[in-house]
């Protein structure tokens, strides 16, 4: 049972990522899901969130308007769409199960005593 995050690189400021988050071994769609961020020498941060049907979403300001979370519970698999990306959005990113009620700030995963996977680093450059 793992939620695996991939989709990162290396873009130049204004450019666009999708990042993945697949799901094997068990089914997605009755978990609500949320995409974390961790800059180099900080903590985790939530950045985006969406309940387990798709038909609600929340969002870090940072990240308003230029970010896009959506799933396909057909294919398992979680997205986050990130475009006009910034310098200060460079960090891995990380995604997991999250507790309801879906809110960005104070999003916790559903196992919040288990290590962080390995994640996938954005690098965004200026």
């Known amino acids: 049972v793992q939620l695996q995050a991939y989709g990162g690189g290396f873009v130049q400021a204004g450019g666009s990522l999708r990042l993945s988050c697949a799901a094997s071994g068990f089914t997605l769609d009755t978990y609500a899901t949320g995409w974390f961020r961790q800059r180099p020498g900080e903590e985790h941060e939530g950045v985006a969130c969406?309940?387990?049907?798709?038909?609600?979403?929340a969002y870090a300001d940072s990240v308003k308007g230029r970010f896009s979370i959506s799933r396909d519970n057909a294919e398992n698999t979680v997205y986050l769409q990130m475009t006009n990306l910034k310098p200060e959005d460079t960090a891995v990113y990380y995604c997991?199960?999250?507790?309801?009620?879906?809110?960005?700030?104070?999003?916790?995963?559903?196992?919040?005593?288990?290590?962080w996977g390995p994640g996938t680093q954005v690098t965004v450059s200026s």
């Open positions: 997991a199960l999250v507790a309801y009620p879906l809110d960005v700030a104070g999003m916790r995963r559903l196992r919040d005593r288990a290590p």
């Open positions: 969406i309940s387990s049907s798709g038909l609600s979403t």
